[in-house]
């Protein structure tokens, strides 16, 4: 019988936010004995290194999105809703 993988919940202090992390218990453990006996120094500049690719996560994230969208709207003949609005009309006997 196979359980369901356990993902615990591992807040990070970044310099401006707190990241709140859902991982197996073994990235909870890594990180704490990562961080266990850091020098307060060394901490903030993993803290600092953290934030940089949590930033560009973000970036990467909506870029891709974005990406995607475009792609989208390229291969589909985009009508706004509604009636198509009439063109002008002649009348006759006039140029």
């Known amino acids: 019988m196979s359980s369901k993988p356990k993902y615990v919940k591992t807040v990070v202090e ?9 991982g197996a218990q073994r990235i ?5 004995e990562v961080t266990e ?3 307060v120094y060394i901490y903030t500049r993993l803290q600092i290194l953290m934030q940089a ?4 996560g973000l970036k990467d994230g909506r870029r891709e999105v ?3 969208l475009d792609a989208i709207k390229v291969k589909i ?6 009636r198509p609005r009439k063109g ?6 006039s140029n």
Do not use: C, D, I, W
């Open 14 to 22: 970044l310099p401006h936010r707190q990241l709140t992390l859902y």
């Open 66 to 68: 974005v990406e995607s």
């Open 88 to 93: 002008r009309v002649r009348k006759k006997g």
């Open 77 to 82: 003949n985009y009508m706004p809703p509604g």
């Open 28 to 32: 909870k453990n890594a990180f704490a």
């Open 53 to 56: 690719v949590y930033e560009q």
């Open 37 to 39: 006996n850091m020098r």
